[in-house]
């Protein structure tokens, strides 16, 4: 059976009600449906509507203007995501060290510069995606995604009949386990992608693992400790590459509902030239300005449960705009998928108890796969009673 045949019976004969929980192995027996037919927002995009379709219409209390109202304060102006540079961390900078460290614990979010990839594979990641998603809607479709496993083209984020949906499409991959890495779901053009996107991987496999070790040192913890706690060797990595088309009303959608990550350490490259993300920090929302060649890193939920709540993981959001579209590519450098995932013995006390029980992230993810992006509230409501 090829690879294309394969998608069809995907969409066509899926008939169980729940997610797989078991693996994230592309299951397509037992995948199921999006509960509505898909739309790409890129198409709506391009039928130049004077306005955009109620599903995408946030209510008020939601909408991007109404937090720039509240905004106004000045003391948030001065506020930035703090820009590191890992190079002089390397050489010993502790002040570096430590500007990572406040981060981690106030908000969860820093960038990182000379961290070692070179800007050309980052400009030449970024315009390859760019160049798949101005394809013909037909070499898309090919790459269509179910939400068994997310694996490939979509556009939404959820099963939810009747949700309210974002301005967004993405392409979702795997890099590890190697088994999961599978090249033939990868898009084929532009005919560079995936020896770009094979080579963009390995890069930030090394720098999501140089972090781990940041993070761990800056817990008090051997520097293994965090990279042991995610599986060794068998971490998994993945991609979620995101493409924003232009909006008619901006000020009524989103391109991607606050949430926070569900995984482990998440290194976006965002879009060089158009702004976007935005980051919660306390009620208000920060946008992100960032430096060139940077990297912005941010905590997941994995990390604040490993941590023992001592790291955040951050809440963030998406805002769009009616001038031009915009392409980041977030990679997530996870726990493996099927070990329990609980605070590290070492960060607990009898003052400081355990606030998460033991779960795979395999399961926890369900949570944002099911139920789509909804704030901190996963993490939130998974605190030990
Ligand atoms: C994400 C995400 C931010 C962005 O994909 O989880 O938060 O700037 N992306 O696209
Ligand atoms: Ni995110």
Known sequence: MNHQNKI??????????GL????????TKNGIKWPEPTIRVQSLAESNLATVPD????????????????????????????????????SGNEEEKERISEA?????????????????????????????????????????????????????LGVEKGAILDWNDYYFLHYLPLVLKDLNKWPSL?????????????????????????????????????QEAFGGEDVGACMRVNYYPKCPRPELALGLSPHSDPGGITILLPDDKVVGLQVRYGDTWITVNSHPHAFIVN????????????????EHRVIVNSQKERVSLAFFYNPKSDIPIQPLQQLVTSTNPPLYPPMSFD????????????????VESHIST
């Open 8 to 17: 069809t019976i995907k969409k066509e004969t899926t008939d169980k009600n």
């Open 20 to 27: 797989n929980t078991m693996s994230d192995q592309d299951n």
């Open 55 to 90: 599903r995408y219409i946030k209510p008020p209390s939601e909408r991007p203007d109404q937090t720039i109202i509240i905004n106004h304060q000045p003391k948030t102006a001065a506020i930035n995501i703090p820009v590191v540079d890992l190079n002089s961390l390397f």
């Open 104 to 156: 981690c614990r106030e908000f969860g979010f820093f960038q990182v510069i000379n961290h070692g990839v070179r800007p050309e594979l980052m400009e030449a990641a970024r315009e390859a995606w760019r160049s798949f998603f101005n394809l013909p809607v037909e070499a898309k479709e090919v790459y269509s995604n179910s939400p068994s496993t997310y694996e490939g083209y979509g556009s939404r």
């Open 190 to 226: 532009p005919s560079n992608i995936r020896e770009v996107m094979d080579e963009y991987g390995e890069e930030l496999v090394k720098l999501g693992e140089i972090l781990a070790r940041v993070l761990s040192s800056n817990l008090g913890l051997k520097e293994e400790q965090l």
């Open 299 to 314: 905590l997941g939920d994995q990390i604040q449960i490993l941590s023992n709540s001592i790291y955040k993981s951050s």
């Open 363 to 378: 399961e926890y993810r369900l949570f944002i796969r099911t139920q789509g992006p909804r704030g901190k509230s996963y």
